[in-house]
């Protein structure tokens, strides 16, 4: 199975829709000066008229070796650029609740 059919089938299944590969789109991400993300994000087009960003990472955990990320694209979320703004705040947030 290759990447994009990864992503496809993640989104198949939480989204209940057939995703269509659109682009992908190189994004950097930077706060303060500092690079925080630096990656391509997948561009899916929905079979319901949405559409969805995602990417994969690898994690140093070793029981979640691989996480699958999407967003959908509902503003203020629309774009690439948006999405990943979107999980690295979603992310951070997680992270402050668990300490």
Known sequence: MTYI???QDA?????NAEPTYVETVP???KFQGQIVWDGEVEVFDLSDSNRVYAWAYETDQVDDPKRTVTVLHIPPVTSPELAVRAAIVKNYREQQEKH
């Open 27 to 29: 994004v950097t991400e």
């Open 5 to 7: 059919e990864e992503l």
């Open 11 to 15: 989104i198949r299944h939480l989204y």
